[in-house]
């Protein structure tokens, strides 16, 4: 594509830097001497993308390989696609500007389930055949990760081969087959089977999957020699993995604009309802020396000025003051400021509130999750009241005035006291700051309560659960809107229609992939997006295909097998069940610092807490 | 502490980089370079810098600054080396001097714009009219109808392959026209052309010299 013919294309576009490239440490190779040609696809726009930090390992290491040339593709916004099709124009990558269908790896990252129409149209715009199975060269493989890749039975007649688990060595040791398997010319077939031989990389055609006449799973049969369960990888040292020292530095403002850096994988605290916290384990810490010196390379190559520490739940690092001390050893001098996100409740302490006090007092996030203690032990959110009051009595102390929290509905075992719960306690949180003796005058206080609903995910306890039907939503809601009193209380709730569709997928077997296509082909687009879901659409596929969608909502059999049973995240199943018997309860687990519990993530080693 | 500006051109794709979008790249750019820019006191130090005239998103310009303070010792030539470092090659960087004017100084720029498809005759006879209106936004946001034959300057018109309009047009503090403004009425008075590219040259004075 010309510089001109690219003018044009984003002539009446309203924000032609998600397309046009050239972001400082963006990589551009000559590609007659690249062997393989690597397409990194976000299915969702530039600014969410490009804030996500495994495309940016991924997209580091796969260029640090000689031979292999990794770009960057997003899903164009709504106004982009236009011009594309008004301009008979395929979807392209940012840095070679070169169509979808020349590169011979399209690897999506699967991180959200509304994304799933999005992957589809990608290809679709991209003149890339959708059906796995139409498309017979090794060219245009079409390959996925990322945490929905734990099922991603959906997307089976779509996708070749699936990664599972973290991607840095896989990733690396699959790009290198596939370069042998092209210089020997070899057929698709015969790349997916040596493929399949790698641990943590799942190629559905080779399983044959049957089904009762109920729909429940019968059974699944390895092909050949693949595997008959597939093992998510692990890294087991994160202080030798690969981590880039330079980010892609957009021009335009990005959801997480600033430099992001990993401090452990994993989490201890074992939510129930948490997929994160259950198929990310075991948890790894990065050695804090490591972790600085990472931050301030990565200040240094980006120009950015400020640093946040990622991981499931900051506080629970070990050394975190510590870390903390480090990293303003050398921030304060750099003018750069640290970020502390996912921080506990329980954890809060004055000394962290004054040292994270050097970055801007707007507002702050806490997830209590549900409203009573009964609740709270049944998902095994172990924070108590007082220690939910206690922080907030820190934060208001601060001096500050707006108050976050996160709740869910709709969860296992829940009843009407329980949503009552959440105002009870939203309301203890508003008259807390008027008791505030210091409180800023003339200031008034914000409570935004964020209730969403529910969603049972695979490879967690609440993996067999119910979703909540939609009056019971309905009642749920009313009655909490009802119940509140104060003004200082403010509301929201996730559309039901998004939360509905989510649990469909995340629990869906392969009879989905046909309900996809058909969604897709009657415009279903960006799901993720409020303004964008069209929900009768997908009524309509779900009618046109026969599949009744609320028999993925059901409640499920400790015996029934599971859609994604074949898979391995080490979590075992018989764990699983206890902790879901444990809820029914209302008994709490230790988090894996206090006690092991047994989960059976060590056994694929670099588990922290392991029994010794 | 003395006040400098940075020249520089933008090309190609980096006009696709919006104003607000420059403004955080040269905080980016400012740390990476190590250049002793005077920060801010404030909650957030950042680098205390002002463009001297903002760019529309979609131009390109061979002539672009912005303005800073130096702290502590630091010659011209290597401010202006450490920035060509950490630029992109679209960003070329022309040189780095002392204030000579205030920024209240810049009256004027001069655009470049290349058509393609264009009715030259009724290009030429659009300019030639007594009166050219044309519709500019107020700063509340009404529109106002306003004629702007007195304000260009040097008008011309070439051909060489492509049609290149060459106009100056007030820019600065009090008085600013945007070339987009009197294309768009252009195009309502049916005039045929399709723009290929914009190109602010250069920034100039009150007696169109360059403005340094």
């Known amino acids: ?612 | 502490m003395r006040n400098v500006r940075l020249f520089y051109q933008k090309k190609g794709n980096a006009k696709y980089i919006s104003h607000l979008d420059m403004n955080r790249f040269m905080m980016r750019a400012v740390k990476r370079s190590g250049v002793p820019v005077w920060y801010t006191e404030g909650f957030n130090p950042h680098p205390f810098i002002t463009f001297t005239m903002p760019l529309s998103l979609g131009f390109e310009t061979n002539y672009d600054s912005i303005e800073f303070k130096i702290e502590g010792e630091m010659t011209n030539e290597e401010i202006a080396e450490r920035f060509r470092n950490v630029f992109p090659a679209t960003m070329p960087v022309i040189g780095v001097k002392d204030c000579v004017l205030k920024s209240k100084e810049l009256k004027y720029a001069s655009f470049t714009i290349t058509l393609q498809a264009a009715d030259r005759e009724a290009i030429n006879a659009y300019f030639e009219k007594d009166e050219i209106i044309v519709s500019k936004k107020t700063k509340k946001g009404t529109i106002n109808q306003i004629d702007i034959k007195e304000k260009i300057h040097n008008l011309s018109l070439t051909e060489n392959g492509a049609l290149r309009l060459y106009m100056v047009l007030p820019a600065g503090s009090e008085e600013n026209l945007n070339p987009a403004v009197i294309l768009d009425a252009m195009k309502l008075q049916a005039v045929q052309f399709t723009i290929v590219g914009i190109s602010r040259n250069e920034l100039l004075d009150k007696d169109f010299n360059l403005f340094e």
Not at chain 1, 367 to 383: D, H, L
Not at chain 1, 407 to 428: A, C, K, N, V, W
Not at chain 1, 494 to 502: G, M, Q, R
Request: proline share 4%; glycine share 6%; aromatic share 10%.
């Open chain 1, 1 to 612: 594509m010309t510089d001109l013919e690219f003018s044009k294309l984003v002539e009446n576009v309203q924000k032609p830097g998600r397309y046009a490239g050239g972001e400082l440490n963006s990589v551009l190779k000559d590609k007659q001497q690249i062997a393989v040609r690597f397409a990194f696809c976000f299915p969702d726009i530039y600014e969410i993308g490009m804030s996500h930090l495994g495309m940016k390992i991924l997209y580091s290491l796969l260029n640090e390989l000689d031979y292999c040339w990794c770009e960057r593709v997003f899903a164009p916004f709504t106004d982009m696609e236009a011009s594309l099709r008004e301009n008979n124009r395929a979807l392209f990558a940012i840095e070679s500007r070169d169509d979808l269908s020349e590169f011979d790896i399209i690897g999506f990252t699967l991180q959200y389930e509304l994304s799933y129409t999005n992957i589809l149209n990608m290809l679709a715009l991209g003149n890339v055949l959708l059906l796995s199975a139409d498309r017979a060269g090794l060219h245009q493989l079409v390959i996925a990760g990322g945490p929905c890749a734990c099922n991603p039975e959906p997307l089976c007649d779509f996708v070749d081969l699936f990664v599972l688990g973290e991607g840095e060595e896989v990733t690396a040791e699959l790009v290198s087959l596939y370069r042998q398997h092209k210089l020997n010319a070899s057929t698709k077939d015969e790349f997916l089977a040596a493929a399949a031989a790698i641990e943590g990389v799942y190629v559905p055609s080779l399983y044959l999957v049957k089904y009762r006449e109920d729909f429940s799973v019968e059974s699944v049969a390895p092909r050949d020699s693949a595997p008959a369960k597939v093992r998510k990888r692990i890294i087991k040292n994160l202080d030798k993995v690969f981590y880039p020292d330079r980010f892609v530095v957009p021009y335009m403002e990005i959801v997480h604009d600033r430099v992001i850096q990993e401090i452990f994988r994993g989490c201890i605290r074992g939510c129930r309802f948490c997929q994160a916290g259950m198929i990310y384990r075991p948890v790894r810490e990065k050695n804090l020396d490591i972790v600085s010196q990472q931050a301030k390379c990565l200040c240094d190559t980006t120009g950015y000025d400020e640093v946040s520490l990622s991981s499931l739940s900051t506080s629970d690092y070990s050394a975190l003051e510590p870390l903390v001390d480090k990293l303003l050893s050398w921030s304060e001098q750099d003018k750069v400021s640290i970020s502390l996100p996912s921080l506990r409740i329980d954890s809060f302490s004055p000394q962290l509130l004054d040292k994270i006090s050097k970055v801007r007092k707007s507002g702050l996030t806490f997830a209590p999750e549900a409203g009573t203690q009964r609740m709270r032990n049944v998902i095994n959110k172990n924070i108590s009241e007082e220690e939910i009051i206690n922080t907030c009595k820190t934060a208001f102390a601060g001096g500050y005035i707006n108050i976050k929290l996160y709740f869910m509905m709709g969860l296992p075992y829940e009843t009407m006291e329980d949503i009552e719960g959440i105002i009870d306690l939203s309301q203890r949180v508003v008259d807390l700051y008027y008791q505030n003796p210091d409180k800023p005058k003339g200031k008034s206080v914000q409570v935004s309560i964020s209730v969403s609903t529910f969603v049972p995910k695979p490879f967690t306890p609440f993996q067999w659960a119910a979703f909540d039907s939609a009056e019971s939503i309905k009642a749920k809601q009313q009655h909490l809107l009802s119940y509140t009193k104060s003004k200082k209380i403010k509301i929201s709730f996730s559309d039901k229609e998004t939360s509905f569709l989510e649990a469909v997928l995340a629990r869906g077997d392969r009879r989905l992939g046909a309900v996809l296509l058909k969604a897709f082909s009657l415009g279903c687009k960006m799901d993720g997006w409020d303004e964008f879901l069209d929900f009768e659409k997908w009524m309509e596929a779900f009618a046109a295909c026969g599949v009744d969608p609320l028999f993925y909502l059901r409640k499920r059999e400790y015996d029934e097998r599971l859609p994604w049973d074949h898979l391995d995240y080490y979590v075992t199943k018989g764990f699983l069940q206890r902790e879901d018997e444990k809820a029914a309860m209302e008994a709490v687990t230790e988090n894996c610092r206090q006690r092991c519990s047994g989960c059976g993530a060590d056994q694929g080693g670099g588990c922290s807490f392991e029994k010794r």
